[in-house]
């Protein structure tokens, strides 16, 4: 495609529901990266694949936050038992390579908000 | 371990200058800004590498001193189309997450 596209592009859910966040990346593309975004901030890095290998998921902030890529493109972003801290926008990323200093990609997000 | 960006906000009149500063305390690889306009995504505008390399916009331009692991944006001529909020990343040597600033809210006024 084109771009990045995260689906759905705004979720609401009730404390305690389980989400699933979705990423295209740009076709082709080697590496993705999931971000979150609070309101007024930058992003921050939560997790990154190399083709299906999850090579750091450091930023990861419980094990409630769950990511996979398993054929090495779409990635979903799960989060269980979402709580009220968890609202934010989930930012994915796509790079070609896999190497530093490669440019990053951005979809445009997936502002979720936990009631 | 989070970079600092400076200032936090400028406002400008349409074809006015303006610099931003990202500094971080830690030994960096590379250096990537970018620009987000409000509820889109971020936009990549330049990444910055140690040993001088640069890749990115050619309407920007950066710097990266690598001494104060420092980087600087520059906006010259500004447009309309500037307004934003400006995000520095940092890439460290040892793996490849950005590690991003607060950002620099830019306005540019007609």
């Known amino acids: 495609g084109a771009g990045v596209s995260q689906s759905p592009r705004y979720k609401v859910a009730k404390r305690g529901q389980d989400v699933a966040l979705r990423c295209d990346p740009i076709s082709g593309h080697v590496s993705l990266f999931w971000y979150q975004q609070a309101l007024g901030q930058g992003p921050e890095f939560l997790t990154y694949f190399q083709n299906e290998a999850q090579l750091d998921k450091s930023g990861l902030p419980s094990d409630r936050f769950f990511a996979e890529r398993p054929e090495g493109s779409v990635s979903t972003l799960k989060i269980q038992r979402t709580q009220q801290e968890d609202s934010a926008v989930y930012l994915c990323?796509?790079?070609?390579?896999?190497?530093?200093?490669?440019?990053?990609?951005f979809g445009p997000g997936t502002r979720l908000t936990v009631l | 371990q989070q970079p600092v960006q400076s200032p936090q906000a400028v406002i400008l009149r349409e074809g006015e200058d303006a610099v931003i500063n990202c500094s971080s305390s830690k030994a960096l690889y590379s250096v990537h800004w970018y620009r987000q306009k409000h509820g889109e995504a971020p936009v990549f505008l330049m990444i910055l590498l140690k040993g001088g390399e640069q890749k990115g916009h050619e309407k920007i331009s950066a710097s990266f001193n690598e001494k104060k692991q420092q980087s600087s944006l520059y906006l010259t001529a500004s447009q309309l189309s500037y307004s934003g909020t400006y995000f520095c990343?940092?890439?460290?040597?040892?793996?490849?997450?950005?590690?991003w600033g607060l950002g620099t809210s830019l306005a540019v006024n007609p």
């Open positions: 990343g940092t890439e460290r040597g040892n793996n490849r997450k950005l590690i």
């Open positions: 990323a796509s790079s070609a390579q896999g190497v530093r200093a490669d440019t990053q990609y």
